[in-house]
């Protein structure tokens, strides 16, 4: 299976998404799997287009990885991803709300 990895972002925890990422690919790769690390920048969706990974698996932190941004963007490009769908991404970054 090919497997595209999300990690990075410009949220201000990126550097604890790279490391998230890393650690994802390697243990998808000891599983066999097919991986493509992607550090996301404004090459994502026409990367994403070409590569047309099987499964997104979303190592992004922070916003426009866990609120919904990057999951809307991924069913708009009809790409199957691991996780919350967008309204429960969305949702769940408000915690008062999410209580």
Same mark, same amino acid.
């Given at each position: 299976?090919?497997? %595209? ?13 790279? %490391? ?21 920048? %404004?090459?994502? !969706? ?41 309204? %429960?991404?969305? !949702? ?8």
């Amino acid at each position: 299976m090919k497997v %595209a990895v999300l990690m990075g972002g410009k949220s201000f925890e990126r550097e604890v998404s790279l %490391a998230s990422g890393k650690v994802v690919c390697e243990a998808l790769e000891e599983a066999g799997h097919k991986v493509v690390p992607l550090d996301t920048n %404004a090459d994502l !969706v026409p990367t994403l287009c070409s590569e047309r990974p099987d499964v997104v698996y979303n190592a992004l932190h922070g916003k426009h990885g866990e609120d919904g941004t990057i999951q809307g963007l991924l069913e708009l490009a009809r790409i199957p991803y691991v996780g919350c769908g967008v309204l %429960a991404s969305a !949702v769940s970054m408000d915690k008062l709300y999410t209580k």
